[in-house]
Every structure is written in structure tokens, then in C-alpha cells.
């Protein structure tokens, strides 16, 4: 059985910090990389930053510098940093983890976490 678990989501004003969680449960799961991704109303969901376990982070031009990604190390449990907030950072933020189930590729979504930005 697979678990993906957001948490951190809420409503915080412009220039305040967030940070969101996700822990993904799953038998055997050998995770290669995990991502935030962000959907706000109207939109398509894009991709707001990345890691893999051997690799560095990447980010999404519009939140360098502002955002940061990072895992807990061996455990299948990351975090998405976000400080200084503007009201274009508005949207549901869901976890995505890719890797191996005895050597079958997979990939697992949560079911997002709020984000909003307003004063």
C-alpha cells in the first residue's frame, strides 16, 4: 500500500514562509527523485523544484533564490522551503516521487496541500 503525505499548507501573507512536507510510504520503494509541483486556479500544473538522491536541486526560474528543496536523509521524507511569498505563489503544491518497486519504474502523487497568499 502507498502513502503520500503532504502537510505545511496554509494561508500566510505576503513576504511570510512556509514549509511543506511529503512522506511517501511504500513497500520497497526505492526513491530516485522527488519533486514539488504547483497548480494554480486556471493554470497547468508546472514544476516548482526537484531533487534527486545523488544529485543537486533545481528550480523553477520563478522561485530561485526564494525557495529551497531538500530530503531527510535516508528516509523517503521531503521538504519545500518557501520564504518570501507573493500572492503569484497562490496554489494547491503537490509532492511527485519517481523510482523502483523491485526494479519496475513507478512514480506516486499526493493530494496536495493549500498554499495562499493574501493580506
Known amino acids: 500500500q502507498v502513502q503520500v503525505v503532504e502537510s505545511g499548507g496554509d494561508l500566510v501573507q505576503p513576504g511570510g514562509s512556509l514549509r511543506l512536507s511529503c512522506v511517501v510510504s511504500?513497500?520497497?520503494?526505492?526513491?530516485?527523485?522527488m519533486n514539488w509541483h504547483r497548480q494554480a486556479p486556471g493554470k497547468q500544473r508546472e514544476l516548482v523544484a526537484g531533487?534527486?538522491?545523488?544529485?543537486?536541486?533545481e528550480y523553477a526560474d520563478f522561485v530561485k533564490g526564494r525557495f529551497a528543496i531538500s530530503r531527510d536523509s535516508g528516509e523517503n521524507t521531503w521538504h519545500l522551503q518557501m520564504n518570501d511569498l507573493k500572492p503569484g505563489n497562490t496554489a494547491v503544491y503537490y509532492c511527485?516521487?519517481?523510482?523502483?518497486?523491485?526494479?519496475?519504474?513507478?512514480?506516486?502523487w499526493g493530494q496536495g496541500t493549500q498554499v495562499i497568499v493574501s493580506s
Open positions: 511527485h516521487a519517481g523510482g523502483t518497486i523491485r526494479d519496475a519504474m513507478v512514480d506516486y
Open positions: 531533487i534527486t538522491t545523488h544529485g543537486y536541486p
Open positions: 511504500a513497500s520497497r520503494f526505492r526513491v530516485y527523485a
